[in-house]
C-alpha cells in the first residue's frame, strides 16, 4: 500500500525552529522527486520544495529560499524540511507529495507559529 505520512509538526514561536518528517512506503522511493507543500488558512496549496531522487538536487520556492532546508534519507525512504526562523505566515498544514501537483499526498502535519 502506497503511503506518506508526515510528523514533526507544532506550536512554535516566531524566530523558532522545527524538523518535518515524512516517512514513505509501499512504493520505490527513489523513482520519484519529492516534494514539500503547504497550505495556510483560506489559503491555495503553495509549493515549498522538492528534492531529487539521489537528494543531490533540491529546488525552493520563494518563501523557503534562506530558512527552510529540504532533504532526503533514501536508505529510510523518508523526505525532511528543516524550518527556522519561522514567521507568523508560516502557520499551515505541510504535506508531502509525490508528484508536482501535490496529488498523492499525506495527510499533512500541522505548524503553527506564534506567540
Known amino acids: 500500500q502506497v503511503q506518506l505520512v508526515e510528523s514533526g509538526g507544532g506550536l512554535v514561536q516566531p524566530g523558532g525552529s522545527l524538523k518535518l518528517s515524512c516517512a514513505a512506503s509501499?512504493?520505490?522511493?527513489?523513482?520519484?522527486?519529492m516534494y514539500w507543500f503547504r497550505q495556510g488558512p483560506g489559503k491555495e496549496p503553495e509549493f515549498v520544495a522538492r528534492?531529487?531522487?539521489?537528494?543531490?538536487?533540491?529546488n525552493y520556492a520563494d518563501i523557503a529560499k534562506g530558512r527552510f532546508t529540504a532533504s532526503r534519507d533514501n536508505a529510510k525512504m523518508e523526505l525532511y524540511l528543516e524550518m527556522t526562523d519561522l514567521k507568523s505566515e508560516d502557520t499551515a498544514l505541510y504535506y508531502c507529495?509525490?508528484?508536482?501537483?501535490?496529488?498523492?499526498r499525506g495527510p499533512g502535519t500541522q505548524v503553527t507559529v506564534s506567540s
Open positions: 509501499g512504493f520505490k522511493f527513489t523513482d520519484y522527486w
Open positions: 507529495a509525490r508528484d508536482h501537483l501535490g496529488n498523492f
Open positions: 528534492v531529487r531522487y539521489g537528494g543531490d538536487r533540491v
